[in-house]
């Protein structure tokens, strides 16, 4: 079981920056590859970036590269979405994920609460 919690949303004005923090409990967070996802209002969820389980693999959707970036670190057991070049058309909640499947690109079997972004034009 990993419990994961989100933390860092707010309201920033476009061209802002803001990071996303992402803690999960338990002993097993370097088991799992993690995903940041997004989802506004009357939109699909949107898959943003996932990065391998040691950090050395990462994906970037197209709406975000270049702007967003995702690390991590296994020893305090949170992964990190630094967002920059905020558009408001990033206005969403954000979500942060974990997979078995080291690629990112297999079932997510763990989700946080999600936290709001809100970015202003």
């Known amino acids: 079981q990993v419990q994961l919690v989100e933390s860092g949303g707010g309201l920033v004005q476009a061209g802002g920056s803001l990071r996303l923090s992402c803690a999960a409990s338990g002993r097993t967070f370097s088991s799992y590859a993690m995903g940041w996802f997004r989802q506004a209002p009357g939109k699909e969820r949107e898959l943003l970036t996932t990065?391998?389980?040691?950090?050395?693999?990462?994906y970037y959707a197209d709406s975000v590269k270049g702007r967003f970036t995702t690390s991590r670190d296994n020893a305090k057991n949170t992964v990190y979405l630094q967002m920059n070049s905020l558009k408001p058309e990033d206005t969403a909640v954000y979500y942060c994920?974990?997979?078995?499947?080291?690629?990112?690109?297999?079932?997510?079997?763990?989700w946080g609460q999600g936290t709001q972004v809100t970015v202003s034009s």
């Open positions: 994920a974990a997979t078995k499947s080291n690629s990112g690109s297999g079932r997510y079997d763990y």
């Open positions: 990065i391998s389980r040691s950090g050395g693999y990462t």
